[in-house]
């Protein structure tokens, strides 16, 4: 809720405390984080972290999907089991849109009781590893995909992931 309180603009911000008299979020909405993995331990997170239980830690792939064991979600960076983060960037960013809130720990979410869906790709995130990260989220249920990286090349968006955007788009995530 900004105030001015440290030099911004008064109400430069996204109403996230007005938002909040009206829903504090759903544990039914999941958001992907797709950047540098996720911190599932952190304290702020914790209770929020999405897991494929039809797909325990047993190295077999029980759901089918073509990831073993993604019980937490998929590093694509490192094509395996475990997307912690290596860098903080993307624990950040889940604290943004998914930290509990109203706990005395730490910060608020947008969304309070959403799960979030770690999803690295960093720090090999060539094309084919963000697409692909991409459509898991979308073919495994996260509704709201976070996308918090650029392009090398400004102004030239690879072909491969405007058509995984727009895979993801047409069942129904917001991007």
Not at 15 to 37: K, L
Not at 66 to 75: E, Q, V
């Amino acid at each position: 809720h900004n105030t001015g309180q440290t030099g911004g603009s008064v109400d430069a911000d996204i109403d996230a405390t007005e938002g909040w008299e009206i829903s504090t979020g759903s544990e039914t909405v999941v958001i992907a984080i797709i950047d540098t993995g996720v911190d599932w331990d952190h304290p702020d997170l914790a209770g929020n972290i999405w897991t494929n239980t039809d797909d325990p830690i047993n190295g077999v792939d029980d759901d089918g999907n073509g990831y073993t064991d993604d019980y937490r979600g998929w590093d694509f960076s490192d094509n395996d089991n475990n997307p912690m983060d290596y860098h903080g960037h993307g624990t950040h960013c889940a604290g943004i849109a998914g930290a509990r809130g109203n706990n005395y720990t730490g910060v608020a979410g947008v969304s309070w009781y959403c799960k979030i869906m770690p999803v690295k790709i960093f720090p090999n995130a060539y094309d084919t590893v963000c697409a692909n990260a991409i459509i898991y989220a979308a073919d495994n249920g996260a509704k709201v995909l976070s996308n918090s990286w650029g392009l090398d090349t400004p102004n030239i968006f690879p072909q491969l992931i405007k058509d995984a955007i727009d895979y993801a788009y047409n069942l129904g995530c917001l991007i």
